[in-house]
């Protein structure tokens, strides 16, 4: 049974700082990995993905992901106001499709 | 492109009473997702249908939920005998294929009271 942490739960930032966020997993059978972005009142929308060890990054975004430590991360760059939302984390293994997401970390970045 | 679009989006319902929610999905996806959100437990996993065909629902309450996919344009949540602690945002989502991003709709609201 695949189990999904984040850390940390809640974070509070200036205009302009680096954020950085943690996700673990449990299944060492994990490929997929996703992070979703949900601003208040709104659906889950996907950010970035991953499907290799190693970085990618887009724009302000960048994935780190280490399935050997089963660990990737999502950092932001130059944070923004507008980035202020719940962050899901999202892992999937090969033998299946459902997404199994983490708890949230939820980001509010101040002017 | 409306996107993935599920009606309605609040509901109110009082303890006992029946309540289906609907979602259409984006044509031509092949997968339809069903989640539940809550503040407590998070986005938690209910089933899935990938062309049309029931393949996961391990998430499902067993005894008073369900869920069918008739046509390929829409799929239904049922809740039976509905309790407080069914209240959530229930969203689906659906995706194009095994690698691609989950499409979510905006959910729909249940209140049970």
């Known amino acids: 049974q695949q189990n999904v942490q984040q850390s940390p739960e809640s974070l509070i930032v200036p205009e302009g700082a680096r954020t950085s966020l943690n996700c673990t997993f449990s299944?060492?059978?994990?490929?997929y990995f996703w992070w979703y972005r949900q601003h208040s009142g709104k659906a889950p929308k996907a950010l970035m993905?991953?499907?290799?060890?190693g970085e990618k990054e887009e724009g302000r975004f960048t994935i780190h992901l280490n399935k050997a430590s089963l660990h990737f991360s999502l950092h932001i760059r130059d944070s923004q106001p507008s980035d202020s939302a719940l962050y899901l984390c999202a892992v999937r293994t090969s033998s299946g499709q459902k997404l199994v997401f983490g708890q949230g970390t939820i980001l509010k970045v101040y002017l | 492109n409306a996107g993935v679009i599920q009606t309605p989006r609040h509901k109110v319902t009082g303890k006992g009473q029946e309540a289906t929610l609907w979602c259409e999905p984006i044509s031509g996806h092949s997968a339809v997702f069903w989640y539940r959100q809550t503040i407590v437990q998070g986005l938690e996993f209910l089933t899935y249908?990938?062309?049309?065909?029931?393949?996961?629902d391990s998430g499902m309450p067993k005894e008073r939920f369900s869920a069918q996919m008739p046509n390929q344009s829409h799929s239904t949540l049922k809740i039976q005998s509905t309790q407080p602690q069914d209240s959530a945002v229930y969203l689906c989502?659906?995706?194009?294929?095994?690698?691609?991003?989950?499409?979510f709709g905006s959910g729909t609201r249940l209140l049970v009271i």
């Open positions: 249908f990938r062309n049309q065909a029931p393949i996961d």
């Open positions: 299944d060492s059978a994990s490929q």
């Open positions: 989502a659906s995706s194009h294929s095994s690698n691609s991003d989950y499409t």
């Open positions: 993905s991953i499907f290799s060890n």
